[in-house]
């Protein structure tokens, strides 16, 4: 029998859902089990209603599933509006002298979490006696809570807040002996990695050498910006909070330029900001890397919910047309490595590659296995060979090439120019008005298209080779969609999945391959168009037979999916 | 790496493509400034690098030689500023004219001053929309008459008033018709440390039939020849900073020094971060963090 526990810590902003939420998740993995957790919170500091869910298990698990076993209720609301996502054994941890007039039931466990909290020490550590309770419950390692909070809290605060959990500990352990059937051992000694997905791109990003950030803050990709400025010092990493999104794409294109590898980070309003840049980045073939994280639109929409809105921006937006790559991470881990691909293509290619998240990829925890960084590739692409140029005009930043890419050569590093302009350019890099060299220089940009659609992985097939129903996704509904295949095939329905973390150029002979082989097909996606339907039609001439779409801003699940594909409930606009 | 090179810097070094600007345009002067500043300055065009933006003035460094990026309108200030950082061993000099600084690029001109980069800004300032064919600019005289301001253009931002309330630690002005003193003040700019303003009273022959080489040469005088004239003396600046009309002052109006932003950034404590190697394994023990 496998081990599966679903927790939610639910209360407002302020009460430290997150806190508690991010420490039960690291004290399991550090018992050997695999977490995927996310947050659902609202754009307040304080007040609201905020929710952080965490799935345990001792399998490899990709998304957020119900129904909970464990609803740690830091306030009324929580109960009111979560009480019935539990299964049949499951438990409401709250404050009974706090929290009073609900429904009575078996579900019931209160803990005196304030009063608790405030003999330990000060009653703002009511979340840590909820931590500490929810550990009795479940017959938890002690030392593990212990670990992750003295880790959390230096000094004085830590050992406080050690004898509030042991304090909810104590008295779960006491009160409740025997009355739950979830213990949660050790479930194996494996050290595995926590992280969230804009953790996983900022260690890509170091582990590729990226040495330059700038950025202006918006969820659901800040933490980038914040992770890097705090290893700036020793990683020496030049790290700008800029005026704006524009600065921050022309300093990534400066600093691309000069021969740095750099990137940028933001969300759909700032990425809006950004698009002329990418057209510099464009003409002027410089790598730049910008993280897109995806939260509901138009304009300031959702801003602390996911979507998959923004597709067809990234890959169509800006003046004119030159080459750009587009990868959208599956996963954690995936973001990891892309975000290394990411600054191959760029810097092999010279071009603007968009990594685009969603807010739940972004904010979502989950364990990876440690990265092995001997695997990781730095390809800086065609350099400049010779550092000695006696003659300056010797070096053409956009030499005529018949892959198109033109050796690069950085300002300062040899007597070689780096020329370049944001006009049409001549080899040299000089503005030109006539028409040869104008088609000679948009000939040799789009020419690099075929190589780089060479590097872009196929889609990913999932589940059996055939099936009556073909589930088609990108972003972090991989997980989701997964599982989903899974309980269909139990209840005897065929159903397999194909899904792109590589969307553009566009695998367009892969896909049409892979779409021979389906029957009913279904694209899976946040958002209300239909945006993977309209590319792969545009691009391959299929159309799906269906879209399923959700665009509350709020994650799939499996069960969600797989209700949409038994009540066949598609989207026909 | 750039060897010290033994062969002087000539003005040939700095020979480029012939400009495609009006006969009698006061960018002329201007592009014999730049480069008589970076004559004199010995500096080898290979250390030198020029980001324009776009508008007569952003063709600048076509005309002259050095490594280029002629950026967007309105952007040459933040490709100039992550140069710097990337490689500050570069001489870097951003050139705009008055829409591209003071209109389009108008937030990044205030935060690069306040923020005080290592970067020396010429602005061709013609007060006008010189390539797009005459339209105002933000410092178009109040009621100058364009196709687009029919009524007379508004009240005019006045730039050296704005560069010393932003931070600017070397506020100055100079004039497209006197050239040395124009290559003075350039550098002036580059050896300063920190953010230096020039702007350039630039007569456009063909679009400002107002602020014509006539009506400049009447007004200008130079400052450094006022007695007593102190440009640390930040309220002293302010008033003479305000000065426009039968009078124009030239020449530093405000100057003072204080860290910059690359004295603050850790990351280039050791040298220039472009030439930092790059090692997958540097990630290895930030992955302990997350265990
Ligand atoms: C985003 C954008 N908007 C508008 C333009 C058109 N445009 C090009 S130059 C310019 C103004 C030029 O004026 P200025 O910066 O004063 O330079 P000048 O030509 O006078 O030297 C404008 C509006 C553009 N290139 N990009
Ligand atoms: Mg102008």
Redesign the pocket.
């Known amino acids: 029998m496998s081990i599966e526990v679903n927790f939610m810590i639910g209360g407002e902003a302020g009460q430290g859902v997150q806190s508690v939420g991010f420490m039960l998740c690291k004290a399991l993995a550090r018992g050997g089990y695999h977490i995927f957790a996310d947050q659902d919170y609202e754009s307040r500091i304080r007040g609201g209603h905020n929710f952080f869910r965490v799935r345990a298990s001792d399998s490899p698990v990709g998304a957020v599933i119900e129904p909970l076993n464990f609803l740690l209720a830091l306030n009324r609301e929580s109960i009111d509006l979560h009480r019935g996502e539990l299964g049949p054994d499951g438990i409401v941890i709250y404050d009974r002298a706090k929290i009073t007039g609900i429904a009575e039931g078996d579900d019931l466990f209160g803990v005196p979490l304030e009063e608790l909290a405030e003999i330990a020490g000060n009653k703002v550590m009511a979340n840590t006696v909820a931590l500490g309770a929810v550990a009795g419950l479940i017959g938890y390692d002690r030392e593990k809570i212990n670990q992750v909070l003295t880790e959390q809290f230096k000094g004085p605060v830590g050992e406080a807040n050690i004898a509030a959990a042991k304090a909810g500990y104590d008295f779960t352990e006491q009160n409740f002996k025997g009355k739950t059937g979830f213990r949660l051992k050790q479930a194996s000694d494996a050290r595995r990695l926590l992280l969230s997905g804009t953790d996983a791109i900022a260690l890509g990003a170091i582990a590729a050498g990226c040495k330059f950030i700038a950025g202006y803050p918006m969820t659901p990709t800040t933490p980038i910006l914040e992770y890097m400025a705090s290893k700036a010092k020793d990683h020496n990493i030049v790290v700008v909070q800029p005026e704006d999104e524009i600065a921050a794409i022309n300093m990534t294109i400066g600093a691309a330029y000069t021969g740095m590898r750099a990137m940028t980070a933001t969300s759909g309003s700032g990425f809006c900001l950004m698009v002329?840049g990418l057209g510099l980045a464009g003409i002027t073939e410089t790598p730049a890397v910008v993280v897109l994280g995806q939260r509901p639109g138009p304009a300031i929409g959702l801003p602390t919910r996911t979507a998959q809105e923004e597709l067809e921006f990234a890959i169509y937006s800006g003046s004119g047309e030159f080459p750009r790559a587009v990868l959208a991470p599956a996963t954690i881990e995936e973001s990891f490595w892309l975000t290394t691909k990411a600054f191959n293509l760029a810097e092999k290619y010279q071009t603007p590659v968009i990594l685009i998240i969603d807010h739940t990829i972004a904010t979502s925890y989950t364990t990876v296995e440690r990265f092995d960084l001997s695997k990781v590739v730095i390809d800086r692409g065609s350099l400049y060979p010779d550092k000695s140029v006696v003659k300056p005009e010797e070096y053409k930043r956009h030499q005529l090439t018949d892959s198109g890419i033109s050796p690069r050569a950085f300002p300062g590093l040899s007597r070689a120019l780096a020329i370049t302009d944001s006009d049409e350019h001549d080899e040299a890099g000089h503005l030109i008005e006539d028409a040869k060299t104008r088609n000679e220089q948009v000939e040799k940009r789009m020419r690099k298209i075929t190589g780089m659609r060479n590097e872009i992985a196929p889609p990913r097939r999932c589940g059996p080779h055939t099936a009556e129903t073909t589930l088609i996704g990108w972003g972090s509904n991989y997980g989701a969609i997964r599982e989903a295949i899974d309980i269909l095939s139990k209840e005897g329905t065929k159903v397999n999945a194909l899904h792109l973390s590589e969307l553009w150029p566009f695998p367009a002979d892969a896909m049409t391959d892979a779409l021979k082989t389906c029957q009913t097909t279904y694209v899976v996606e946040n958002n209300a168009a239909g945006q993977l339907a309209h590319l792969i039609r545009a691009e391959t001439g299929f159309s799906v037979s269906g879209r399923i779409l959700k665009y509350d801003g709020r994650p799939f699940t499996p069960a969600i999916i797989a209700d949409k594909v038994r009540r066949k409930e598609v989207v026909a606009w | 790496m750039v060897t010290t090179e033994t062969a002087r810097v000539t003005t040939a070094d700095y020979a480029g493509l012939v400009p495609a600007w009006c006969p009698g345009c006061g960018?002329f002067g201007i592009l014999n400034g730049v480069k008589r500043a970076l004559v004199d300055l010995s500096l080898e065009p290979s250390r030198v690098l020029l980001v324009s933006?776009?508008?007569?003035?952003?063709k600048l460094p076509h005309y002259t030689s050095g490594n280029v990026f002629n950026s967007?309108?309105?952007r040459p200030m933040p490709v100039a500023i992550a140069a710097k950082l990337a490689n500050p061993e570069l001489t870097v000099i951003a050139i705009?004219?008055?829409?591209?600084?003071y209109?389009?690029g108008g937030n990044h001109f205030i935060h690069a001053m306040r923020r005080n980069h290592q970067i020396t800004y010429l602005v061709?300032?013609?007060q006008?929309?010189?390539?797009?064919k005459g339209?105002a600019?933000p410092t178009s005289d109040s009621g100058y008459v364009t196709k687009t301001t029919p009524q007379g253009a508004p009240f005019p931002v006045n730039p050296l008033v704005l560069a010393i309330a932003a931070g600017c630690g070397l506020v100055a002005r100079s004039f497209a018709g006197d050239t040395n003193h124009l290559a003075e003040m350039i550098k002036r700019g580059i050896q300063h440390r920190g953010f230096a303003l020039i702007d350039i009273l630039?007569p456009?022959v063909t679009f400002n039939r107002v602020n014509t080489w006539d009506w400049y040469r009447q007004r200008v005088y130079k400052l450094d020849g006022e007695a007593g004239y102190d440009p640390s003396d930040k309220t002293v600046a302010f008033e003479k900073a305000q000065e426009w009309g039968e009078r124009i002052p030239v020449g530093v109006i405000y100057e003072k020094e204080r860290p910059t932003f690359e004295d603050s950034m850790p990351a280039l404590a050791k040298g220039p971060p472009v030439k930092l190697e790059l090692k997958a394994s540097e990630a290895e023990p930030l992955l302990d963090e997350f265990v």
């Open positions: 002329e | 960018n933006g776009i508008g007569q003035a952003g967007l309108h309105g705009s004219g008055d829409g591209d600084a209109g389009e061709h300032d013609n006008v929309y010189a390539l797009t339209q600019s630039q456009c």
